[in-house]
């Protein structure tokens, strides 16, 4: 398995604009985590799915911010509009939540708003 | 509500030191715990788990963590670090049986002088 994977790697974009960043998660894996990692907050939880049902999205920081789970095979996270403050590596994980196993994190997406 | 404390967060050692990163979660039910590590630039990998059984768990690269109950802990340890040991350390938590909500601690930065 190629493992989680992450698109964009980079994105620079200009404060107003609406980002998408997108997620596929290991197949098989029924959970699937969004987390944002900055160096003031360290790795926050946005938001987690189970089932492609969104479970907990009480990490996520305002409205500008959504989450989608389509089906079991793809998941994004919009910010519409953006903020410079929104600057920070998003990183999406999945995990086989009955077998107790691990969450599998993916490469992360950089984010740059100016 | 799940939470997990990381005692230090700046930690630097000479090689061949030996390294203890303390970790405390908050939850009253039974736990999964996890340690993850960050080296820079790069995704969150693994290090060891704990679900149930040996409270001491041995993971890669000479890692290991004891899981104490009634002190709600689960401290990494290695007895001889190495240079390429420099990473951040992630401790988390999720709480069995739920729908696998997964909460990490602030991190701890960890340098290795050569």
């Known amino acids: 398995d190629a493992g989680v994977i992450q698109s964009p790697r980079h994105e620079v974009t200009e404060m107003g604009q609406e980002v998408t960043l997108r997620c596929k998660p290991i197949s098989g894996h029924n959970s699937l985590f969004w987390y944002r990692q900055t160096m003031m907050r360290g790795l926050e939880l946005l938001i987690y799915?189970?089932?492609?049902?969104?479970?907990?999205d009480s990490g996520m920081p305002e409205d500008r911010f959504s989450a989608k789970m389509p089906n079991a095979s793809f998941s994004t996270l919009k910010i519409q509009p953006s903020e410079p403050r929104d600057s920070a590596v998003y990183f999406c994980a999945s995990s086989l939540v009955a077998a107790n196993t691990e969450a599998f994190f993916g490469q992360g997406t950089r984010l740059t708003v100016v | 509500a799940q939470s997990v404390s990381q005692h230090n967060h700046h930690v630097i050692l000479s090689e061949a030191a030996s390294l203890e990163l303390g970790c405390n979660y908050s939850y009253g039910g039974t736990v999964n715990l996890f340690w993850y590590v960050q080296y820079p630039g790069q995704h969150l990998q693994l290090l060891l788990k704990y679900f149930s059984g040996d409270p001491l768990v041995k993971g890669i690269k000479g890692f290991e963590a004891e899981f104490i109950k009634s002190k709600f802990s689960f401290n990494l340890r290695k007895p001889s670090v190495q240079w390429s040991d420099t990473a951040e350390y992630f401790c988390?938590?999720?709480?069995?049986?739920?729908?696998?909500?997964?909460?990490f601690g602030q991190g701890t930065t960890l340098q290795v002088k050569p």
């Open positions: 988390a938590v999720n709480a069995r049986g739920n729908t696998g909500k997964l909460i």
């Open positions: 799915f189970n089932n492609n049902v969104p479970i907990d």
